[in-house]
């Protein structure tokens, strides 16, 4: 049984393994070999969870187009309402998962309750301007692919299989009724304006490997049209990926001066939210002041730019000629790991980096006992969790 785990692990590999193997090999270690989970994942992977399932749920409403006809307004209020149902539910699950497994104290059960109340909120705020900025989405984007995993071969420079399989998870991929082209949409939410993210996109090796894949399956005949149900041919194209930054942050709301009028201080939310409050200080019978309408001004010319943007970004077939070759390399390091586990050593960088969440596997890595294992982590009969609790995987 243990070789055909083995074997298992020298052929299927995702850019989550990848990553980590390329940070610490002992942490790929303990994650990928011996099949252990922190019993409870730190909050960005959970709420990115269930921001995930929430784009999910509302861009697969795009495929009923007997909505449409409730009106723009309607429509999209209705994919909101759907959107943020599916991301609730998600972030339900996770949490009754951290209560059911009782590893919390009381002081921490009252932070864990404190902390789903915020990220229910923080997602509702993030789904609701994410749909209502992009709504012509609706009319020019045809989905194909929603939440889909896929296995595809990795091939070497003579376009020969390698026995290396690369796997993943497209967020969404779209059919562009204008450009006539496939665009493949990726998913960020970051905590930081999201105009200090665009660097990342140079050259992002998970959407190369995704990018790579989609080619593949576009060159094999796996792709249909989403309209007319034929198979798409190598002419139809892809033409870019789509990068969709979400911020991490609900606009904060003006504070109200003792005298009723809004504060014109530096203020870090969305216009239509300074333009309420303004609203209700007339509805009070204060008059808005030349100030208030300067602070107004700066807001709409900003627009939603620091809490979303898009960005579009293009690989060449370099870029992904580029990342094969790296991910052969890779895979073939982490095959050749698989084998000689009590090679993986441990990266002092990757655990004090101060930009990074405090690494899972610390615990067990500084003090590998029965104790910490029972009392941090939980075993797991899947080595990719996010590809193998998924059916009906596209190869």
């Not at 009252?110 to 509702?124: F, T, V």
């Not at 009028?261 to 409050?277: C, F, G, K, N």
């Not at 303004?278 to 620091?306: A, D, H, M, P, Y």
Request: glycine share 6%; net charge positive.
């Amino acid at each position: 049984m243990w070789q055909g785990v083995i074997m298992h692990m020298r052929q299927m590999f995702t850019n989550s393994e990848t990553s980590c193997f390329q940070q610490c090999q002992k942490k790929w270690y303990f994650c990928y070999h011996q099949l252990l989970r922190p019993k409870i994942r730190n909050w960005h992977l959970r709420f990115g969870s269930a921001f995930h399932a929430a784009m999910a749920v509302g861009y697969s409403i795009f495929l009923d187009k007997s909505l449409q006809a409730l009106g723009e307004s309607d429509y999209t209020n209705y994919i909101v309402d759907k959107a943020r149902k599916g991301g609730q539910d998600e972030l339900t699950g996770q949490y009754s998962d951290i209560i059911r497994k009782r590893v919390l104290d009381w002081s921490e059960e009252e932070r864990i309750e404190k902390e789903s109340e915020e990220s229910r909120a923080l997602l509702d705020s993030i789904v609701k301007l994410y749909f209502w900025v992009n709504r012509r989405d609706q009319h020019v984007w045809v989905p194909m692919l929603v939440e889909q995993p896929f296995r595809v071969p990795l091939l070497d420079a003579n376009y020969n299989e390698t026995g290396f399989y690369h796997l993943g998870v497209f967020d969404l991929v779209v059919y562009d009724l204008e450009w006539e082209a496939i665009v493949l949409v990726e998913f960020k939410t970051t905590s930081s304006d999201t105009s200090t993210v665009s660097r990342r996109f140079d050259f992002d090796p998970q959407m190369c490997g995704y990018l790579y894949a989609l080619k593949y399956l576009l060159g094999t005949g796996k792709l249909l049209h989403p309209i007319t149900g034929e198979k798409l041919t190598t002419s139809a194209g892809i033409g870019k990926i789509s990068y969709n930054v979400c911020r991490k942050k609900i606009p904060s709301i003006p504070k109200m001066k003792k005298d009723g009028m809004v504060s014109v201080a530096a203020i870090d939310t969305l216009p239509s939210v300074y333009e309420d409050a303004l609203k209700q200080q007339v509805r009070r019978g204060l008059e808005i002041t030349t100030r208030q309408k300067v602070v107004l001004e700066g807001l709409r010319n900003r627009g939603f730019s620091s809490f979303f943007r898009r960005y579009e970004h293009y690989y060449s077939t370099g870029d992904l000629l580029t990342w094969a070759k790296e991910q052969r390399i890779n895979c073939s390091n982490m095959a050749e790991m698989a084998e000689n586990p009590s090679q993986a050593v441990r990266s002092p960088i990757a655990c004090t980096m101060a930009s990074s969440p405090r690494c899972a596997y610390r615990p067990i890595c500084v003090d590998d006992t029965p104790e910490i294992r029972s009392a941090f982590y939980d075993a797991s009969n899947k080595r990719h969790e996010e590809i193998d609790d998924m059916k009906g995987i596209l190869r």
